[in-house]
Antibody, heavy 120, light 110 residues
């Protein structure tokens, strides 16, 4: 059974940093691209970033480019999101999601999410 | 402002059929498959339809998808109270080199 479990969320001041983790199990982690998707309170879904199975970055959303860094450790089956220079508008639930086969490019499994609150 | 356009709300009576539209452009829906996600209240999104019209294992055949040109739609037949949720369309965008989502449609079962 595929399982994704995010951690690392919390309250941080504007301008601060936070590192999210996503522990994966139930599939061959290194074979699949992984992604972060966020959802601000009461708002819709927003794609943040994605990473290929081998570690190559696919891209970042313009809203986070230059401030966030995605990475993975395939030996630990873990995906990361380093978030720097955080702003109030980064407040959201952050989900990690597994990308299906590339021809489909769907997010076939999601974690439960971790809440990041940026506030003074 | 979302790249993909969905109606903010939809409603239907139990047992009846409802459709949700999703409009995009040539760089996303016009050239890539659309996926649909269901988000029940207080839960994480779940893949509902992939590759425009395919259902993952476990998704009832009451849910169906279609795609033509730069638009797509999700149809739910035999509407049930447990279908009350937010529904999102999404697709890869070749110009942005990333995924784009619709703003979501809140479905109410009357």
């Amino acid at each position: 059974e595929v399982q994704l479990s995010e951690s690392g969320g919390g309250l941080v001041q504007p301008g601060g940093s936070l590192r999210l983790s996503c522990a994966a199990s139930g599939f061959t982690f290194s074979n699949y691209a992984m992604s972060w998707v966020r959802q601000a309170p009461g708002k819709g879904l927003e794609w943040v970033s994605a990473l290929r199975g081998g570690g190559g970055v696919i891209n970042y959303a313009d809203s986070v480019k230059g401030r966030f860094a995605i990475s993975r450790d395939n030996s630990k089956n873990t995906l990361y999101l380093q978030m720097n220079t955080l702003r109030a508008e980064d407040t959201a639930v952050y989900y990690c999601a597994k990308v299906s086969v590339w021809s489909q490019r769907s997010f076939d499994y999601w974690g439960q999410g971790t809440l990041v609150t940026v506030s003074s | 402002q979302s790249v993909l356009t969905q109606p903010p709300s939809a409603s239907g009576t139990p047992g009846y059929r409802v459709t949700i539209s999703c409009s995009g452009s040539s760089s996303n829906i016009g050239s890539n498959p659309v996926n649909w996600y269901q988000q029940l209240p207080g839960t994480a999104p779940k893949l509902l339809i992939y590759s425009s019209n395919q259902r993952p294992s476990g998704v009832p055949d009451r849910f169906s998808g279609s795609q033509s040109g730069t638009s797509a739609s999700l149809a739910i037949s035999g509407l049930q109270s447990e279908d009350e949720a937010d529904y999102y369309c999404a697709a890869w965008d070749d110009s942005l080199s990333g995924w784009v989502f619709g703003g979501g449609t809140k479905l109410t079962v009357l």
